[in-house]
């Protein structure tokens, strides 16, 4: 099993910034890929962004492409999503995820793909 723990969300101003952080605890000799969703109130979870295993590779939703970055540091078992030039329409619950990765250049762009969640961090983006 692996524990996620998500860190970094808050309020932040139109234009702002903020880094959100993802803790991997437990099982975490495997190979995972990572992975990050948002819900807003009253709509679906929606991808945000994935990482692979080794990190060569992301994918972004074009809603956040070019403002989002993800990356990952293995040696702390931490997956990051660095978020710039904020909307309101970015506020959402963020949540992590993970999956065991067999191909270290795999990453996941369905909610249904992944095996492990976050408990989500509040990111709110005032106009």
């Known amino acids: 099993q692996v524990q996620l723990v998500e860190s970094g969300g808050g309020l932040v101003q139109a234009g702002g910034s903020l880094r959100l952080s993802c803790a991997a605890s437990g099982r975490t000799t495997s190979s995972y890929a990572g992975g990050w969703f948002r819900q807003a109130p009253g709509k679906e979870r929606e991808f945000v962004a994935a990482?692979?295993?080794?990190?060569?590779?992301?994918y972004y939703a074009d809603s956040v492409k070019g403002r989002f970055t993800i990356s990952r540091e293995n040696a702390k078992n931490t997956v990051y999503l660095e978020m710039n030039s904020l909307k309101p329409e970015d506020t959402a619950v963020y949540y992590c995820a993970a999956r065991i990765a067999y191909y270290s250049g795999s990453y996941f762009t369905a909610y249904r793909e992944y095996d492990y969640w976050g408990q989500g961090t509040q990111v709110t983006v005032s106009s």
């Open positions: 990482i692979s295993w080794s990190g060569g590779s992301t």
